[in-house]
T-cell receptor, first 108, second 117 residues
Framework: EDQVTQSPEALRLQEGESSSLNCSYT??????LFWYRQDPGKGPEFLFT???AGEEKEKERLKATLTKKESFLHITAPKPEDSATYLC?????????FGPGTRLSVLP | NAGVTQTPKFRVLKTGQSMTLLCAQD?????MYWYRQDPGMGLRLIHY???????AKGEVPDGYNVSRLKKQNFLLGLESAAPSQTSVYFC????????????????FGPGTRLTVT
């Protein structure tokens, strides 16, 4: 069965404490792996798309990486404004399958 | 550019009532999507459209109908609302281009919170 899972479900970090979020996928014919950020009461906001194993993309304190089975979102020296739910999604065929998300809290 | 807009933002329905959610985008995107988001389950695709006049079923289409009469609009209808349809509904749109022109990220609207009592 095609599915996308994320871990941990929730993560609390101190400001400046780096960590990584995991997105594991089991789909056939992956066309792309997406990362989104979602703030409470708002729609998801696009962060990155990764298309090939080994690909990496960076934006400010965030770096996304991709292997053949999973993707990581690395957060370096996070700030309180990085607190949000981070969603990943696998794109294959005409399908987008989202993971349940990781709820990140960064404490000052 | 307004991006993706959704109306209404909130709605309360009684079981058996009907309603239509409207999604509009001003980015000239070909593809449009309707998702529902429930706690602990992530976003699940209800229906999608790959162009004006076309629609297709997603993961959870039962109880919903859609129409794409104009390229910029995508309507989601509930003919007879049920409490199980209480959720937050998101519309999204995208280009979906093939490699190497990679512009297929989805842009989401702000959501509609629907409660069915």
């Amino acid at each position: 069965e095609d599915q996308v899972t994320q871990s941990p479900e929730a993560l609390r970090l101190q400001e400046g404490e780096s960590s990584s979020l995991n997105c594991s996928y089991t789909v056939s014919g992956l066309r792309g792996l997406f990362w989104y950020r979602q703030d409470p009461g708002k729609g998801p906001e696009f962060l990155f798309t990764l298309y090939s194993a080994g690909e990496e993309k960076e934006k400010e304190r965030l770096k996304a990486t991709l292997t053949k089975k999973e993707s990581f979102l690395h957060i370096t020296a996070p700030k309180p404004e990085d607190s949000a739910t981070y969603l990943c999604a696998a794109y294959y065929g005409q399908n987008f399958v989202f993971g349940p998300g990781t709820r990140l809290s960064v404490l000052p | 550019n307004a991006g993706v807009t959704q109306t209404p933002k909130f709605r309360v329905l009684k079981t058996g009532q009907s309603m239509t959610l409207l999604c509009a985008q001003d980015m000239n995107h070909e593809y449009m999507y309707w998702y529902r988001q429930d706690p602990g389950m992530g976003l699940r695709l209800i229906h999608y459209s790959v162009g004006e006049g076309t629609t297709a079923k997603g993961e959870v289409p039962d109880g919903y109908n859609v129409s794409r009469l104009k390229k910029q609009n995508f309507l989601l209808g509930l003919e007879s609302a049920a409490p199980s349809q209480t959720s937050v509904y998101f519309c999204a749109s995208s280009y979906l281009a093939s490699k190497p022109t990679l512009r297929d990220e989805q842009y989401f609207g702000p959501g509609t919170r629907l409660t069915v009592t």
